[in-house]
């Protein structure tokens, strides 16, 4: 059995699909803060059979909820303060992400303005669709 210490201050990211925790690290620029972060793969779970988790040791207010919303909103964001859990977070979809991910539009102003930031905006929450906010080329890219 792995035994993986835990942490006083900082937020665990629970229920994290098999094989998504190193996307996530990345699309959260973990890798650019100077903190410490435990990744595990395939963790055994009742409720999902497999899944990965995220301890990170470092302020709460360094993640952004609505990457991570948008990524996957059944993530379970659990906030430790003196080593225990104080706050368990529910993410949703976030009605509005801004340089996550790209238009492939060729003809959208994105394309030919460079630092025009790239906006989505949520349009069917039902179906989790995202479209450009000036283009509204649907997003194809989900994780």
Not at 13 to 41: E, M, N, R
Not at 112 to 137: A, M, N, S, W
Request: glycine share 4%.
């Amino acid at each position: 059995m792995l035994n993986v210490g835990k942490i006083e201050e900082g937020f665990v990211l629970d229920h994290i699909k098999a094989g998504k925790s190193l996307s996530i690290y990345h699309h959260l620029q973990l890798d650019k803060l100077d903190c410490t972060v435990a990744i595990i793969k395939n963790a055994r779970s009742n409720k999902m059979e497999r899944k990965d988790i995220l301890k990170v040791e470092c302020d709460i207010d360094t993640l952004n909820l609505d990457i991570l919303g948008f990524i996957d909103h059944n993530i379970t964001v659990n906030v430790i303060k003196d080593g225990r859990i104080v706050e368990k977070r529910q993410l949703s979809l976030p009605k509005e992400i801004k340089h996550v991910i790209k238009c492939k539009n060729p003809r959208c102003i994105t394309s030919i303005e460079q630092g025009l930031p790239h906006i989505f905006v949520l349009t069917d929450p039902k179906k989790e669709i995202y479209r450009c906010k000036y283009c509204e080329e649907k997003c194809r890219q989900r994780w």
